[in-house]
């Protein structure tokens, strides 16, 4: 078995793209959940230019791809004159992709909950600043803590785009391992294994963790 | 505990003393005109029972006393101050207003005792100490004392309207709206809430209460509202408002409604 042998004399430049393609899909979406905030704030602002901004910002996100977006800002330090590292370049790209998409989320997560628990809360006297940060905050995140780990599941897939960029990530360490080997198919395979592998027992976490907080809803 | 715990505090405010004065009152959700011009006053130790059909406006009217429905047109006092001028924040007047809605909305992420202490906590009004021992307090008389850690959603119906009204007393409020509080509950339940209800009518507390339980509010209630598209269209005693209406619209709500 060749894919073995390629296991066999290649594991540790694999272990070390899972790495980094792990830890740049954590950094993006724990990023993203703090400037999702900001953003989601934003939009629910009642300034109209605020809204605007940022409404702007998430159309233009989700509507083009997220490859563009990284070619974007690989290629714009250098329109600016700047010099910058590429993995910055890259990651910065990334967190400005999942902003937008996790910003939409926590505003569906908010208008999920019941306008009747802000009534309750605003009827005892809660100023609304209290209300979203003890009442609707802890159940709007409750409500969308699975798509928030879907998120992070489609990241590490969309690492892969960094390789285009030489990386580091797994699908960049399948590319120069492949093609030092000569054995380029088992490569694909060796890093389709290990997506599989993340994001299937991600998914799996995911589950249990989900049925672990309805139980002491 | 004793009985005191769910009768009102000593407020300072005289029996009799005007609590809650509305003046010129007009609502309109869109093109809907909902409230067509209220004025009432609702005295300290009064009880207040609003009856009427759907769409009359009761609950609208209700919610405007506390401002969860912002009026576009009129008035409203609290305790001699306009809540509802510029400038008034109405979060301080609230503490003094418990709400208790038709949908319970008690918070489903909280246990039992959080969802009592919450208010006084947040609002300064308590340390957690004080706050936890009113609340065990105030869950004992509604007999939800074995329930104060559990989440809510292990209650009946019943037990989250009776807990939805101690959350309200634990700010000791000096008047109690309630909006229709058993129209969500299965029948048997409706009982259990109107006695803790009862029980704090009798204790001297302050009362708005929207009903369709015309038994309940003829029995508890020193005065009817009767609204009808939007204004009051009668007012006046139980025996008055339930034996002798004077309009032929409460006459007309009266014949369908009572059997």
Request: with cysteine.
């Amino acid at each position: 078995m060749r894919v073995i042998k390629l296991i066999a004399a290649a594991w540790p430049q694999f272990l070390q793209g899972t790495w980094v393609t792990v830890y740049t899909s954590l950094i993006t979406v724990f990023l993203g959940l703090i400037f999702g905030s900001l953003v989601c704030l934003m939009r629910m602002n009642k300034s109209k230019i605020l809204r605007a901004i940022s409404t702007v910002y998430v159309e233009v996100i989700r509507g083009t791809p997220i490859l563009l977006q990284l070619w974007i800002f690989f290629l714009l330090p250098a329109q600016l004159g700047l010099v910058l590292d590429k993995y910055f370049c890259a990651l910065f790209a990334l967190v400005v992709n999942s902003t937008a998409y996790v910003s939409e989320l926590i505003r569906s997560g908010i208008q999920s909950i019941d306008v009747g628990q802000t009534e309750a809360a605003r009827s005892l006297g809660l100023t609304s600043g209290q209300t979203m940060i003890k009442i609707v905050l802890p159940q709007a995140i409750r409500n969308i803590l699975p798509a928030i780990g879907n998120e992070f599941i489609m990241m590490i897939k969309e690492t892969s785009l960094l390789s285009t960029f030489m990386i580091g990530d797994i699908m960049t360490v399948r590319a120069t391992v492949g093609a030092a080997y000569f054995l380029p198919f088992q490569a694909l395979i060796i890093a389709g294994i290990i997506y599989f592998v993340l994001t299937f027992s991600m998914s799996k976490l995911l589950g249990l963790l989900e049925r672990r907080m309805r139980q002491d809803d | 505990m004793t009985e005191s715990m769910i009768q009102p505090n000593d407020n300072g405010l005289v029996k009799g003393q005007e609590l809650i004065r509305v003046e010129g009152l007009h609502k309109s959700f869109g093109k809907l005109h909902v409230l067509k011009g209220i004025d009432e006053v609702i005295h300290q130790g009064e009880v207040v029972s609003v009856i009427g059909p759907s769409g009359s406006g009761k609950s609208t009217f209700l919610r405007c006393l506390n401002l969860l429905e912002t009026p576009e047109e009129g008035k409203i006092f609290f305790e001699g101050v306009q809540i509802n001028a510029k400038g008034v924040n109405v979060d301080i007047h609230r503490r003094k207003m418990g709400m208790v809605f038709q949908q319970f909305n008690v918070f489903p992420h909280l246990s039992v005792l959080d969802n009592v202490t919450l208010a006084p906590v947040m609002t300064k009004k308590m340390s957690k100490e004080e706050a936890n021992e009113t609340a065990m307090g105030l869950l004992k008389r509604i007999g939800l004392a074995d329930k104060a850690n559990v989440f809510p959603r292990t209650l009946s119906g019943g037990q989250k309207q009776r807990l939805a009204i101690v959350r309200a007393l634990a700010m000791s409020p000096d008047v109690m709206l309630f909006d229709e509080p058993t129209s969500a509950l299965d029948p048997e339940m409706v009982g259990e809430v109107l006695d803790v209800i009862r029980t704090l009518v009798k204790g001297g507390m302050t009362t708005v209460l929207v009903t369709h339980e015309m038994g309940f509010a003829r029995a508890v209630s020193n005065r009817i509202l009767f609204m009808d598209g939007g204004v009051i269209e009668e007012s006046g005693t139980p025996e008055q408002i339930f034996g002798d209406p004077q309009s032929p619209r409460t006459r007309e709500f009266l014949s369908k409604v009572l059997f």
